[in-house]
């Protein structure tokens, strides 16, 4: 079953990459560089509304939908298409949230190692 099973957001498409992504070498390597479990909100136009989550789980190598059963070491909130272009590269992270389009909660040394490096480079996105 597809992460992203019935999703009309294009991070959903993300997230099913990410999910095979961390199947293959690269999530035994994320593991041992990051191993913290992020929550990621994604809301079609304005944060927190009718908003979708994701756990990108980098201490065991998977994604799934919907929220963490266990408190995340860090949660993120984003518009759809700013998500998309933070995890591109196409927008700094550090400026994302200083310019109010990406929300952080938790751990700030844990939010400072996500970073579009952990995502794979889609084909197609």
Do not use: W
Request: hydrophobic residues 40%; glycine residues 8%.
């Amino acid at each position: 079953m597809a992460v992203s099973d019935g999703s009309k957001l294009r991070s959903a498409e993300l997230m099913d990459q990410m999910a095979k992504h961390l199947e293959t070498g690269a999530g035994e390597e994320l593991k041992k560089k990051i191993g913290l479990v992020y929550q990621i909100n994604v809301s079609p136009k304005k944060i927190g509304i009718d908003e979708e989550s994701y756990v990108v789980d980098l201490k065991n190598a998977k994604v799934s939908k919907g929220p963490c059963e266990e408190k995340p070491d860090a949660t993120f909130s984003f518009v759809d298409g700013d998500f998309m272009a933070v995890a591109m590269g196409k927008m700094n992270p550090q400026m994302a949230f200083i310019r109010g389009k990406m929300k952080i909660k938790g751990s700030m040394s844990a939010a400072q190692k996500f970073t579009p490096e952990i995502f794979p480079k889609p084909s197609k996105l």
